[in-house]
């Protein structure tokens, strides 16, 4: 029997985490657009409505029930405006470990929304999911992403050499794939002990299941 993660919702004290929706469709689009999420991800430009109906309707459900990951909207708690996502992915049930990411909309960067909500989901993970590893992978020219990592209490554990490809703009307006280095990071059960208190302060973290 495959292992899945649940439809979850997790609430801090701004945001709410919950699975992606119809709804979510425009403001998935335009965020995915953003230069910044262009030279940083895989996604494909110009990143259409149509692609992020297919993501929420196809790929990321998808994702969860084959147990290969699973995907959440970052709201803010107030509005319920679309912030970002969290992503888990290459999640391996025998170990215990999966990789996390996070990309936030340009509007509401700068806000700490990435790192609250990555905290978040890993207390999530390593208390009700059980789980004893959780994998950052940032580019060395990610600096951004890497100040998350560090405040959310990853270890630096080396470099992939030449594993990342970034992208920068051309000439003609376009994007051209460059080669450059991932820093891969670490998060376990214990690093988050120093920062328990602080994100029960901050985020006020509670996790709803079988979320619809």
């Not at 992606?20 to 990143?47: G, H, I, K, R």
């Not at 699973?70 to 025998?94: C, M, P, S, Y």
Request: proline letters at 4%; one cysteine or more.
């Amino acid at each position: 029997m495959t292992s899945t993660f649940p439809n979850i919702s997790i609430s801090t004290e701004r945001l709410v985490l919950r699975p992606l929706d119809e709804d979510d469709v425009p403001a998935l689009a335009e965020m995915m657009n953003d230069e910044q999420v262009a030279a940083w991800t895989d996604v494909p430009q110009p990143f259409t409505e149509a692609a992020a109906r297919r993501w929420i309707g196809d790929h990321a459900p998808a994702e969860r029930t084959a147990g290969r990951g699973l995907d959440l909207a970052v709201t803010e708690f107030l509005t319920q405006r679309l912030v970002g996502i969290v992503q888990l992915t290459k999640t391996n049930w025998h170990v215990r470990a999966t990789e996390l990411s996070y990309v936030i909309a340009p509007w509401a960067r700068g806000e700490g929304y990435a790192s609250e909500s990555a905290r978040a989901t890993a207390q999530w993970l390593f208390g009700d999911q059980k789980f004893e590893r959780i994998e950052l992978r940032t580019a060395a020219g990610n600096t951004a992403s890497q100040q998350v990592a560090q405040k959310i209490g990853c270890i630096s554990e080396g470099v992939l050499r030449n594993a990342c490809i970034a992208h920068v703009r051309a000439e003609d307006g376009g994007w051209t794939d460059v080669r450059t280095d991932f820093i891969v990071w670490s998060l376990l059960p214990e690093d988050l002990e120093g920062t328990d208190e602080e994100l029960a302060d901050s985020s006020g973290f509670t996790s709803f299941t079988d979320w619809n």
